[in-house]
């Protein structure tokens, strides 16, 4: 499986930015899909996941700012960022499980103040 994911960047506190990120390959079936982050210094965190049911859970730092969707057809998950801060300034994973965990290869956000 290979992950490709897109849409960091720089952008001001307050800003928004979607990410995104497409599975390809040979695979059964992806279970949960999700995002997760490092910050500098940090370990990485789970940011957000949705299952294949569509159920979501999310880290309290980003509840009411964050949505994942994923689209089961097309194999994707997306990550719509909202009203975003200054320590939401990190690098961005998206994760895929199969039987197996995948990751992206990570992409940059910076949020300035």
């Known amino acids: 499986v290979q992950l490709q994911a897109s849409g960091g960047g720089l952008v001001q506190a307050g800003g928004s930015l979607r990410l995104s990120c497409a599975a390809s390959g040979t695979f059964f079936r992806i279970n949960d899909m999700g995002w997760y982050r490092q910050a500098p210094g940090k370990q990485r965190e789970l940011v957000t996941s949705?299952?294949?049911?569509?159920?979501?859970n999310y880290a309290d730092s980003v509840k009411g700012r964050f949505t994942i969707s994923r689209d089961n057809a097309k194999n994707t998950v997306d990550l719509q960022m909202n009203d975003l801060k200054p320590e939401d300034t990190a690098v961005y994973y998206c994760n895929v499980r199969t039987s197996f965990d995948y990751w992206g290869q990570g992409t940059l956000v910076t949020v300035s103040s």
């Open positions: 949705i299952t294949s049911g569509g159920s979501t």
